[in-house]
């Protein structure tokens, strides 16, 4: 396991760049992380770093967020805080998500723990203090 220190949000690129290089050829992941570690604002990074000229939002309220990639390809971030049980999932279509060959970026996987395929990549993101900012601390 590689754990990275980012000091600053200007150096989330270079760990989003990180991640996918030590990953390559993964397409699902699951972020790992209290509230206010900056998850959202990590997927800005993410989808920068591959191409997305979309600006990542917050999927709380909607659970899944789509962003278009160059080459018409698809990332899809889900929030799935919200989600009560598996069934729920189950029911707005989690695994076709998961299962699309598309870029899966999962909030709060624990929640639907079961459905996650087997090689997927799970990326834990600590703070010392959430949402005031300093140093995020990434595991993957």
């Given at each position: ?51 997305s ?13 789509e ?15 919200r ?25 709060w ?22 949402y ?9």
């Amino acid at each position: 396991m590689q754990t990275i220190t980012c000091e600053s949000t200007e150096n989330l690129p270079a760990v989003a760049e990180s991640l996918l290089r030590a990953h390559a050829g993964k397409r699902i992941f699951a972020l790992h992380a209290e509230m206010g570690t900056g998850k959202t604002t990590f997927m800005q990074a993410v989808c920068a770093v591959l191409g997305s000229a979309d600006h990542a939002t917050s999927p709380t309220f909607a659970i899944v967020n789509e962003y278009r990639l160059p080459q018409d390809e698809t990332l899809y971030h889900l929030d799935c805080y919200r989600l009560k049980n598996l069934r729920e999932a189950e029911e707005i279509g989690v695994e076709e998500y998961l299962y699309s060959g598309a870029y899966c970026f999962i909030e709060w996987p624990e929640n639907i723990e079961e459905l996650l395929p087997e090689d997927c990549v799970h990326v834990h993101i600590r703070t010392e203090t959430p949402y005031a900012g300093g140093n995020r601390y990434f595991s993957f």
